[in-house]
C-alpha cells in the first residue's frame, strides 16, 4: 500500500511542477502545498492561489483530497485596486460636477482651474473636461463591476485547477 502512495505522490507532484506550480511544503507521501497561478491572473486556474493536497490509503487504493483557496496577496491587490479605481472615478465625477457648475450656474468650483485657457475659463475646454472626466468615470467604474464579478467567479471556481490535476492523475494511473 506504501508503494502505491509513494507512486501517487511523485506522479502529483511531477504533475504539478510540469504546471508551473511552486510547491510550498510537503510532507512525502502524504501531504503537498503548492501556490499556482499569477497575481494578474483573472481567470479560476491563472488566478494566484494555494492548494494543498492530501494523499492517504483508501480501501484498495489511494485517496487524494485537495483545498484550494485564493491567495491573500490577489485578494488584497483585487481589493485595494478597487478602492483605489473607485476613488479616482470619484474624483473625475467631482471635476465633472464643477464644470457643470461652472457652464450651468458660472460659479467657480476647485477644479475649474482645468478648464481656463490664458487665465480665462475656455468653453471648449470645459466642455471637453466635462465630457472626458464623465467618460473616464463611467469606465472606471465599469471596470470595477467587473472585476467584483471576477472576483465572484474566481471564488466559486477556485478548484478548477485541483480538479483538472486530479484528472489527469487519474489518467496516469493503470
Known amino acids: 500500500m506504501d ?11 511531477a504533475i504539478l511542477l ?5 510547491i510550498v511544503s510537503e510532507e512525502p507521501p502524504n501531504q503537498i502545498l503548492i501556490e499556482h497561478g ?3 491572473g483573472v481567470t479560476p486556474k491563472g488566478a494566484k492561489k494555494a492548494v ?10 489511494t485517496r487524494i483530497l485537495s483545498y484550494s483557496s485564493i491567495s491573500k496577496d490577489w485578494a488584497n491587490l483585487t ?9 479616482v472615478a470619484a474624483v ?15 460659479t467657480s468650483g476647485y477644479w475649474t482651474w482645468l478648464a481656463n485657457a490664458f487665465g480665462y475659463p475656455d468653453v471648449q ?11 473616464l468615470s463611467i469606465v472606471l467604474v465599469i471596470t470595477i463591476i467587473l472585476e467584483i464579478l471576477d472576483v465572484l467567479i474566481v471564488h466559486r471556481m477556485i478548484d478548477t485547477f485541483a480538479s483538472e490535476t486530479l484528472e489527469e492523475l487519474a489518467q496516469k494511473q493503470p
Request: overall charge negative; glycine content about 6%; hydrophobic content about 45%.
Open 18 to 22: 510540469e504546471k508551473e506550480s511552486k
Open 125 to 135: 475646454y470645459v466642455f471637453f473636461m466635462i465630457n472626458v472626466t464623465k467618460a
Open 3 to 13: 508503494l502505491e502512495i509513494e507512486k501517487t505522490y511523485s506522479e502529483l507532484k
Open 38 to 40: 499569477s497575481l494578474r
Open 52 to 61: 494543498k493536497y492530501e494523499i492517504s490509503p483508501h480501501e484498495s487504493g
Open 79 to 87: 481589493l485595494w485596486g478597487n478602492i483605489i479605481a473607485g476613488v
Open 92 to 106: 473625475f465625477w467631482w471635476i465633472a460636477a464643477d464644470m457643470e457648475n461652472l457652464v450651468a450656474n458660472g
